[in-house]
């Protein structure tokens, strides 16, 4: 490696580790802005439970630190969510100048659905599936248990499912991407379905509490999104055709 080259290696991972500084800079401006209201946050992520649970039931702490320690940990992960686009800027920005034209074009739109997408899931799992599976949950207990769940056991659970929506709600992304790439075509996807069906819910099974509801939940929406991932992916291909046939 000649002497050029080298600095420009060093240069390269001096620029990366501005970025992942300003990446991390971000969470923590965005986690000191909330971390006041972390009760409050705490309150609204726990409201679809606390509709859910019996008359004059309460969640619990079964450890002295969790009532701190809880909603302190949910505000770190709702600071490193709402850093996501800043994030994905200075990894845009470190991208970006070794990209062609047309692949920035490419990417760029992408980029920003993936950040849509990932943010929908989020949504979908909080306003639509977590009431489902909470209300399925603390109706089907037997009539003399008391129902009190710990806060700390709730954030993890609702943690998995929010990461679990988030990264299923990126398929099509998935999709524009390996298509794009060259390693499959959407011929080569409507021709494996059966399989992707089947491998979307043993996928759904390892993201999602051990139970059919909350799985097929999560597998039903990735099914929805495979096939709204080949439509764009195939629109995107007959783009791609004429734009290459036009530059001949």
């Known amino acids: ?127 639509v599936v977590m009431p489902i599976i909470l209300g399925f949950f603390t109706a089907v207990g037997p009539a003399m248990m008391t129902l009190s769940p710990d806060i700390s056991s709730y954030l993890a659970f609702i943690l998995k499912l929010f990461f679990a929506f988030g990264v299923a709600f990126e398929i099509p992304v998935a999709i524009m991407l390996l298509c794009w790439s060259g390693v499959t075509t959407t011929q080569s996807l409507k021709d494996k379905r059966p399989y992707i069906v089947v491998g979307v819910f043993v996928v759904a099974m390892f993201l999602t509490p051990p139970d059919v509801l909350s799985q097929t939940l999560l597998a039903v929406p990735m099914l929805l999104l495979f096939e709204i991932g080949i439509i764009l992916a195939g629109i995107y291909s007959k783009k791609s055709e004429q734009q290459e046939m036009n530059n001949e």
């Open 1 to 127: 490696m000649s002497e050029s080259d080298n600095s420009g290696f060093i240069g390269h991972l001096i620029e990366l580790r501005d970025r992942l500084i300003k990446a991390l800079l971000s969470v923590l401006v965005i986690f000191l802005s909330l971390v006041y209201f972390a009760n409050d946050i705490y309150a609204f992520v726990a409201n679809p439970l606390v509709l859910s649970l019996p008359e004059n039931a309460t969640m619990i702490a079964t450890d002295v630190t969790a009532p701190f320690f809880a909603p302190f940990k949910l505000t770190l992960f709702v600071s490193l969510f709402l850093a996501i686009p800043f994030i994905l800027h200075q990894f845009w920005g470190f991208l970006a100048p070794g990209l062609y034209q047309h692949e920035k074009r490419m990417l760029m739109p992408i980029l920003l659905s993936s950040v849509v997408l990932f943010y929908a899931g989020i949504a979908f799992c909080y306003f």
